[in-house]
């Protein structure tokens, strides 16, 4: 996925970028992946899905926020629509987006990659990332996984608002 928020047009602020110069991204290969992610959904159900989703290992990290945390966020993701989950894999996952990984060289405005130092896999894209752009930079947020704005939603406000404010002047 690939967020970005932009303050005036002058700055943006990137959480996730798929890897598109990666097999996995660039192919057939992630449809096919987001589709039969989508089947399975469509057959086992929400409990199914949440339960394999909260168990992999990108989110490993997340069980350092304990029982309660985890509780909360499995009711929360049990609460979402199979079908719609499904739809969203089909129609908007990575595997159904273009790849952007070339375009990033014209991305002029003053750009922030934030990712958990902890996931490992985007810390390497981020890296990769921000030396293909111009105008970017990587924060690594300490003792932080996949999901850093739940981990360490401090450290991550901190870097989003260094961002802006730099960006500014």
């Known amino acids: 996925f690939l967020f970005v928020f932009f303050f005036k047009q002058k700055t943006a602020y990137e959480i996730y970028q798929c890897d598109w110069s990666s097999d996995v991204c ?18 086992n159900g929400i409990e199914w899905f949440v339960d394999e989703w909260m168990a992999r ?14 509780a909360d966020a499995r009711r929360q993701r049990l609460a979402n629509d199979p079908v719609g989950l499904a739809n969203s894999l089909r129609g908007m996952g990575t595997g159904a987006q273009p790849p952007t990984w070339e375009a990033l ?12 130092s902890l996931d490992t ?20 947020i300490a003792d ?5 704005h739940e981990e360490q ?16 002047g």
């Open 26 to 43: 660039s192919s057939d290969l992630r449809r096919s992946a987001d589709d039969r992610l989508a089947d399975a959904i469509e057959a």
């Open 57 to 70: 290992p990108f989110f490993g990290s997340q069980r350092r926020l304990g029982e309660a945390y985890l």
């Open 105 to 116: 060289g014209s991305v002029a405005i003053p750009t922030r990659y934030v990712v958990g």
């Open 121 to 140: 896999r985007f810390v390497d894209i981020g890296h990769r990332v921000v030396h293909a752009m111009p105008n970017a930079d990587l924060v690594e």
């Open 144 to 148: 932080a996984g996949h999901a850093a």
């Open 153 to 168: 939603p401090d450290a991550v406000a901190d870097a989003i608002l260094q961002h802006v404010r730099g960006s500014q």
